[in-house]
């Protein structure tokens, strides 16, 4: 289909990248800087060339830009890259969300004295072993990136985040995921062991899948916890506030906007078709937790004091809007779950930017230290507002869309969960009008006008890299229809699994190179 | 000789090789010792102890492929020295930990005079201490390690016990006097080896009483022999139990399994780091080589009888060595602590049988690089001539040393099992492999002992990179040319075999089956 290996680029050039600016000197910290943002352009410019020629047709090819490379022969392990709908939006969203997390960053360790390069060099590690994750077309070769990832995430907790807490938040956050992901390991291991030694994802999901049961039942909670732990889900949230807390803004953004989503998508990816029988007997269960989540995280939100801690609980409740509609199984909402990821990272991604921008100026995130403060920062109060809007599903901007058809695909199936997850709407729009109200509107906190940087308005810099978050939340929230064009195959293929004719999926093709 | 051949005795030369090759550069190393000037000996022990091993795993490599007895009478071969496929590739392990190993103790740069003294028994502190301490360090550590490499050898390819136990002794021996003769902390050192010392002597005896049992039930020390009888013998079964438990004992001590790890802590720590590094790496090899041959070829048959009672001890081992490792403050002690919870992993492979053996020697060889690359960065970092193994101590490392601090974080990750590192494939081959065997069960308690055991890998990573480093920082003695290779061949190995294990693990599947299973 293609001659390019476009999607082993994805790939490679980021960590390239990553140990291109690892090298530079640590004196030179702006050559690091731009260095980092031309690899991830240049990583954005592959994405997009991914895009265009992915062919969005009903009937396509479930993955596409397929490849594949022997690497391990004695355990099935090979270096196999493949694309579909959902992965590419969640590709595109990484590739988006990195560069502006960077430029997010960009000053913000010149207080502290920490190392440039080094950060920069994590971020793309970062996006390397996040863009394989959704690009590995084998259960090993996943597994791998899946626990490599935390690698890079966990020092730029503790050691660039901030707070008193920050090193408590990493270690809890590598546990908790290792924790996952060493159960995942046995699930993974014993697929393996059952089914004859594959780990190649399009073999396992062209052969009949094994027999209901005991068996496919703990492979699937092997598997699920550890995306549970990942996304997370209620009641497996615990690290997320404290994680989401300490990290620095910027970091936050890509630790909830994107690396969350692989939680979610790998249960799409992996739970569905592998396990479906199983996926069908905990669906109720999970349902469950996902309402939980969307109230109880709500709740949660509501009474926090700390602003990045506060965005943490609100993705929490976000979270479970896209459980709901991934094991809702009907194509409205599981589209909608897929959107919501998508879109949930763009919302989310920029309020967690801009908590960043008044943190830093600030050099708080303590609500209380706030109050008035749109009289001196109006365009930053804007957006602010804006952000936490766009987060609690205005119409009009994206997530509206995808909060929408979750809920129309669940109510279709089970009302009163619908009715309950309503509920999780008003409750989000009272923390994001609340919090916008204590930290912008209301008397002026007088110790802000001690702080210089409080009278400074958003830089030409946080202007121009908000602007494509704020344009691509209105845009899809206005023109939706290409995500979903994109996104509604490879649901279809997906619950082709839950509705039981999985025989009706169009044919692999691709280039192999053993 | 002349009886010996009418008798119609062959002996495969050739395979003895790797073993002949070890004790004569270690009688000869005794001989440099008398014949060569001090201010050569160093260099004349060291290269004579490389060119040996070198020549030992060259031997070990021209014998692959072998699958018989080392003698044979009339073309029927006796168990006494075995040449097979886990025999030969845990002796080229042992010969490549052992080049590496003896690079460590030849580091002179640490410590003026390396770190060694010349006599272990002198009283510590006393004057002949203190004046002892000041010279140059003992040159016979060399022919000494060559000694339990040797012993070392041949406990892997024994085929009945009685050659396994002439082969513990020697493997043993020369380790208890090398733990007594540290430098620095004398009087830990000379405890430790005492401790070492009289537990080992201790287990040493109940092997023998073991052996005994054995040979009550099965009129046979042969392995083969002994498995045969637990088909056929008339004899009761409890000398059976009593001498696998016995057995097991003696061979679990020195593997450092709960509940006879008491001694590794404290050896491990007293010891000189290099030979703890020795004894992390070959010995548990070693033990683990022994361990494999007699349960599998000599056991299996009884295998009913000792599952459970041996399933007990590895859950004890993997969450016991997990739990304490937790707690730790010192690096060697943690090191310890995590070695008995990885001998823990590994006693799953001796449970799950024939289907582990490759895996399990993986998983050995893997380890090994590991953990002697680990105890050598532990000897480059130090408080001026002593080293700095307070965990404290280490607080902020990758700020004034980032080099040695990413490769203890690489390291650390290692041990923890992180792809892209040899303890991944290492745990993901030896798990796999274990629930082939169905011992689902096992390899749950593996991974939740896993899980704990991340805890105080990632605590040592927390220290070096995300805390302020002390005003008085310890220093890492850069470069060090023996240790400073020691840890690159250890990191080396470590990533090679987590990113490229394809080869290893080809070698392993060959060489996976014991003679007379």
């Given at each position: ?27 030179r ?46 355990w099935?392990l ?17 590739v ?14 010149d ?43 966990y020092?730029?907790?503790g ?39 594959v ?15 005991t068996?496919q ?10 995306f ?39 249960i ?22 996902s ?114 058809l ?12 619908a009715?309950v997850a ?10 994001v ?78 280039v192999?190179?053993? | 000789?002349?009886?010996?051949q009418?008798?119609?005795?062959q ?85 490549m ?11 002179r ?11 272990a ?30 012993g ?6 024994a085929?009945?016990l009685?050659?396994m ?53 099965a ?18 079964r ?38 703890t ?22 056991l ?11 399933t007990?001890?590895?859950?004890a ?7 304490f ?15 008995i919870a990885?001998a823990?992993y ?6 799950a049988?024939g ?10 060889a ?13 000897s ?21 040393s ?14 923890a ?23 689902l ?10 899980a ?23 220093t ?26 394809g ?15």
């Open positions: 289909m293609n001659e390019l290996p476009l999607l082993s680029a994805l790939v490679a050039v980021p960590l390239i990248g990553a140990v291109v600016v690892a090298s530079i000197r640590r004196e910290a702006d050559v690091a800087r731009w260095t980092a943002l031309g690899f991830s352009g240049l990583v954005a410019v592959i994405a997009a060339l991914v895009a265009i020629g992915f062919d969005y047709a009903e009937g396509a090819p479930w993955l596409q830009f397929t490849e594949s490379y022997a690497w391990v022969e004695a099935d090979n270096l196999s890259w493949g694309v579909d709908g959902i992965a590419l939006l969640m590709v595109l969203l990484t988006g969300l990195t560069p502006i997390a960077m430029l997010a960053a960009w000053r913000d360790l207080a502290v004295k920490r190392s440039v390069p080094a950060f920069f060099a994590l971020i793309l590690a970062l996006e390397a072993a996040m863009l394989a994750t959704f690009l590995a077309s084998n259960v090993l070769l996943f597994y791998f990136f899946f626990e490599a990832m935390l690698v890079p995430m020092f730029l907790i050691s660039y985040g901030t707070g008193p807490k920050k090193q408590y938040a990493a270690v809890k956050f590598f546990l908790y995921s290792l924790l996952g992901g060493l159960f995942m390991l046995v699930a993974v291991i014993s697929l393996w062991v059952n089914n004859g030694g780990f190649d994802w399009q073999t396992l999901v062209d052969t009949e899948p094994m027999a209901a049961g068996l039942n703990w492979l699937f909670l092997g598997f699920f916890i550890a549970a732990i990942k996304a997370p889900f209620f009641p497996f949230h615990t690290w997320l506030p404290d994680a989401g807390g300490a990290a620095p803004a910027a970091v936050a953004a890509l630790l909830v906007g994107v690396m969350d989503k692989i939680g979610t998508f790998a799409l990816r992996y739970c569905l078709p592998l396990f479906p029988d199983a996926t069908q007997t905990f669906a109720p269960w999970i349902i469950g937790m309402v939980i989540g969307v109230v109880y995280a709500a709740f949660v939100a509501i009474g926090q004091t700390d602003l990045k801690r506060l965005v943490a609980y609100t993705s929490i409740a976000h979270f479970g809007f896209i459980g709901l509609g991934i094991f809702a199984f009907t194509q409205a909402s599981a589209t909608g779950a897929v959107l919501y990821m998508f879109n949930h990272g763009l919302a989310t991604g920029l309020l967690f930017i801009v908590v960043g921008f008044l943190a830093i100026r600030r050099g708080s995130a303590q609500i209380a230290d706030y109050g008035g403060a749109a009289k001196t920062l109006p365009v930053l109060a804007g957006i602010f507002l804006f952000a936490g809007l766009a987060s609690l599903s205005l119409p009009g901007t994206a997530p509206f869309i995808s909060e929408f979750v809920l129309f695909g669940a109510f279709t199936g089970n009302e009163p969960v009715v309503t509920l999780g709407i008003i409750l989000a729009a009272a923390y009008i609340w919090m916008y109200q204590r930290t912008m509107q209301g008397d002026r906190n007088p110790a802000l006008d001690k702080v210089p940087a409080m009278k400074r308005d958003l830089t030409v810099r946080e202007k121009a890299l908000v602007a494509p978050l704020v344009i691509a939340i209105l845009g899809f929230g206005l023109f939706p229809q290409p995500l979903i064009d994109a996104v509604e195959p490879a649901v279809d293929n997906t619950l082709l699994f839950i509705s039981g004719s999985p025989e009706d999926l169009p044919a692999a093709e691709g192999t190179n053993e | 000789m002349n009886e010996a009418q008798a119609g005795l002996i495969d030369w050739a395979g003895l090789a790797p073993m002949i090759i070890v004790f004569v550069a270690a009688f000869l190393g005794l001989l440099v010792e008398a014949a060569v000037p001090k201010g050569r000996r160093l260099v004349v022990q060291v290269s004579l102890a490389v060119l040996a091993l070198a020549a030992a795993f060259a031997a070990v490599v021209l014998n692959a492929g072998k699958n018989s007895a080392a003698f044979e009478i009339e073309g029927v071969g006796i168990g006494s020295v075995v040449l097979d496929g886990p025999g030969l590739f845990l002796q080229g392990t042992l010969a930990l052992a080049i590496i190993a003896v690079l460590l103790l030849a580091e740069r640490t410590t003026r005079g390396g770190d060694f003294v010349a006599e028994a002198v009283v510590a502190d006393s004057a002949a201490d203190k004046a002892q301490r000041r010279e140059d360090g003992a040159t016979e550590i060399f022919p000494l390690t060559l000694f339990a490499v040797g070392m050898m041949m406990f892997v390819t085929g009945d009685l050659t136990f002439v082969a513990l002794e020697m493997l043993s021996l020369p380790l208890y006097l090398l733990c007594g003769l540290a430098k620095r902390r004398r009087l830990i050192s000379q405890e430790a080896a005492l401790k070492y010392f009289l537990l080992g002597a201790f287990a040493s005896a109940f092997y023998v009483y073991g052996m005994a049992m054995l040979y009550g039930f009129g046979t020390v042969d392995l083969a022999g002994i498995n045969q009888a637990g088909t056929d013998s008339g004899q009761p409890m000398f059976l139990y009593i001498g696998v438990a016995m057995i097991a004992v003696a061979m679990l001590f020195k593997a450092a399994a709960v509940p006879f790890h008491m001694w590794t802590p404290d050896v491990y720590t007293g010891a000189p780091t290099p030979v590094a020795l004894m992390a790496a070959c010995v548990k090899v070693a033990a683990f080589g022994g361990l494999l041959r007699v349960f599998n070829v000599g299996a048959s009884s295998a009913w009888d000792w599952h459970l009672i041996l007990v001890i590895a859950v081992t993997m969450l016991g060595g997990a739990i490792a937790v707690t730790q403050r010192n690096i060697k002690r943690l090191l310890a602590y995590s070695s990885n823990g590994l006693l799953i492979g001796v449970i049988l289907e582990a053996v490759g895996q399990t020697m993986f998983y050995l893997a380890y090994g690089f590991t953990v002697i690359a680990a105890f050598a960065v532990v480059l970092v130090r408080d001026g001539d002593e080293e700095a193994t307070h965990l404290a101590r280490w607080a902020g490392l990758g700020k004034k980032p080099g040695t601090a990413v490769v203890v974080t690489v390291l650390m990750l290692a041990l099992g992180l792809p892209f590192t040899s303890g991944f494939t290492a745990k993901f081959s030896l798990f796999t492999a274990a629930l082939q065997a169905d011992e069960g096992l390899v749950i308690v593996g991974v939740i002992s896993s704990i055991l991340a805890f105080p890998y990632l605590k040592v990573v927390v220290l070096l990179w995300l805390n302020e480093p002390a005003p008085d920082a310890p890492v003695n850069l470069p060090s040319p023996m240790a400073g290779t020691v840890v690159a061949a250890g990191v080396a190995a470590t990533i090679i075999l987590g990113v490229a294990p080869f290893l693990l080809d070698i392993v599947d060959q060489a996976s089956t014991f003679l007379n299973t």
